[in-house]
């Protein structure tokens, strides 16, 4: 998670979502942006972590990604890392093995976004396959900036 302080914003990241990309992107718009730990925190927990004033004052963001292609992007995370705490359980499976697999270890991108009682907490939820553009409406629609000339290309990567 990333905290804002110059744009007031906080950025729920989620795993294999292209977080990567727009941290450093953050860290390069505001250098002074401050990185809390966990990096892939649930927005409830993150809630729990952030003084109240920031956190009902601050703009929330998070990327979302394709649930196909979020898998696709784990499974091959998980099996070319082999210290990933995973990495054991789905070397040798395939990738319907591995899907099937995941039914019984369900990550859910929404368990990022949700309250306990299934209410979102994220304001602005970004969209992989949209991620440049999204990124720049959304910082012209709320900080009046023009950031297209200093966002780098996406990298898509699985």
Not at 31 to 36: Q, R, V
Request: net charge positive; hydrophobic share 40%.
């Amino acid at each position: 998670m990333l905290i804002s302080l110059k744009y007031k914003l906080i950025f729920i990241h989620i795993y294999k979502t292209g977080g990567n990309f727009v941290r450093t992107f953050l860290r390069k718009l505001d250098p002074n942006i401050l990185s809390i730990a966990p990096a892939h925190i649930l927005a409830k927990e993150a809630k729990k972590k952030i003084p109240s004033i920031i956190w009902d004052n601050f703009k929330k963001i998070c990327i979302v990604r394709n649930s196909y292609d979020w898998q696709v992007s784990l499974y091959s995370y998980v099996k070319g890392l082999k210290t990933h705490h995973q990495h054991e359980i789905i070397k040798d499976m395939n990738f319907k093995e591995y899907l099937q697999w995941r039914q019984s270890d369900l990550h859910q991108q929404l368990l990022f976004i949700l309250d306990d009682n299934k209410k979102p907490l994220i304001d602005n939820i970004l969209k992989f396959e949209n991620l440049n553009n999204d990124l720049i409406d959304f910082f012209h629609n709320n900080y009046n900036i023009d950031i297209s000339k200093i966002l780098p290309k996406k990298k898509l990567i699985i």
